[in-house]
């Protein structure tokens, strides 16, 4: 059974930074294209940031140069740093893994933007 695991969420302050890491197995990892969705209160869930098997990486606009999406095929992991935290960026953070008909979702993570 594929799992992806997310970690790093917390509660930061305007301003601040978090980094948020997924886990998941060898068996999806490398052929996979993996994601960061988010979904704040009464929103529907969207895309921030995702990287291709290759590396190559697409950000929404709300997001683009404050975060980076990255990969280490030798963890099987995808991690988003997220820089300049803004209380707009509160929500349920999702890791996804995709390739063809297949679609994977963690559970997600919480992240809150407060002072």
């Known amino acids: 059974q594929v799992q992806l695991v997310e970690s790093g969420g917390g509660l930061v302050q305007p301003g601040g930074s978090l980094r948020l890491s997924c886990a998941t197995s060898?068996?999806?990892?490398?052929?996979?294209?993996m994601g960061w969705y988010r979904q704040a209160p009464g929103k529907q869930r969207e895309m921030v940031a995702s990287?291709?098997?290759?590396?190559?990486?697409t950000y929404a606009d709300s997001v683009k140069g404050r975060s980076t999406i990255s990969r280490d095929n030798a963890k099987n992991t995808v991690d988003l740093q997220m820089n300049s935290l803004k209380a707009e960026d509160t929500a349920v953070y999702y890791c996804?893994?995709?390739?063809?008909?297949?679609?994977?979702w963690g559970q997600g993570t919480q992240v809150t933007v407060s002072s």
């Open positions: 990287i291709s098997p290759g590396g190559l990486t």
């Open positions: 996804r893994g995709v390739s063809g008909i297949a679609n994977y």
């Open positions: 060898r068996s999806i990892f490398s052929t996979y294209r």
